[in-house]
């Protein structure tokens, strides 16, 4: 199975400063079709996950420009440009590449 | 507005069998692959069975291959988890989503005890 560990685990954010999470996957994401299926999801408390970024960069609808994905490969990271109360959670990293699909541990952000 | 709506969670001894459901509203299930993904309390996703598009082919998760059963019914709508042999690791909320999970349930809680 695809490992995905994330970094960090917890991280304390500063309203209106940036903030970054890291996830490395144990292989290769990029499919044979010249797909990376990667995604990225937050789960605010008590709430179900909320699809944010998929195939790497592409931010769903509804989701502010403050979050943007980047990466390749192996190495993607999920950066907020300015930290907002509505983004503490847990953020969750996602491939979809090769079966089984998995996450990441989850990183829990706060203020 | 695409919906999904789980139900069928609850307590079960070890060794029984429930099984869920998730109605869909909004799209046509056929048309997406669809998955189960469960959430063990205070821990991380794990996507258990997920079906493509059309129902051809069906994905388990190891730790439950021969014991859960992925499945849709298109008259209704609604997708299934046929669960059976439960353990106590499975206790979790089970979560439908669609395609690589743009949308989600509310969850459905299912707990495996004596």
């Known amino acids: 199975d695809v490992v995905m560990t994330q970094s960090p685990l917890s991280l304390p954010v500063t309203l209106g400063q940036p903030a970054s999470i890291s996830c490395r996957s144990s292989?290769?994401?990029?499919?044979?079709?010249?797909?990376?299926?990667f995604n990225w999801f937050q789960q605010r408390p008590g709430q179900s996950p909320r699809r944010l970024i998929y195939?790497?960069?592409n931010r769903d609808s509804g989701v502010p420009d403050r979050f943007s994905g980047s990466g390749s490969g192996t190495d993607f990271t999920l950066k907020i440009s300015r930290v907002e109360t509505e983004d503490v959670g847990v953020y969750f990293c996602?491939?979809?590449?090769?079966?089984?699909?998995?996450f990441g541990q989850g990183t829990k952000v706060e203020i | 507005e695409v919906q999904l709506v789980e139900s069928g969670g609850g307590l079960v001894q070890p060794g029984g069998s429930l099984r869920l459901s998730c109605a869909a509203s909004?799209?046509?299930?056929?048309?997406?692959?669809m998955s189960w993904v469960r959430q063990a309390p205070g821990k991380g996703l794990e996507c258990v069975a997920t079906?493509?598009?059309?129902?051809?082919?069906?994905y388990y998760v190891d730790s439950v291959k021969g014991r859960f059963t992925i499945s849709i019914d298109n008259a209704e709508n609604s997708l299934y988890l046929q669960m059976n042999s439960l353990r106590a690791e499975d206790t979790a909320v089970y979560y439908c989503?669609?395609?690589?999970?743009?949308?989600w349930g509310q969850g459905t809680l299912v707990t495996v005890s004596s």
């Open positions: 989503a669609r395609g690589s999970g743009i949308s």
């Open positions: 909004g799209f046509t299930l056929s048309s997406s692959w």
């Open positions: 079906i493509k598009q059309g129902g051809s082919d069906k």
């Open positions: 292989q290769s994401l990029v499919h044979s079709d010249g797909n990376t299926y």
């Open positions: 195939k790497v960069f």
């Open positions: 996602m491939q979809h590449t090769h079966w089984p699909w998995t």
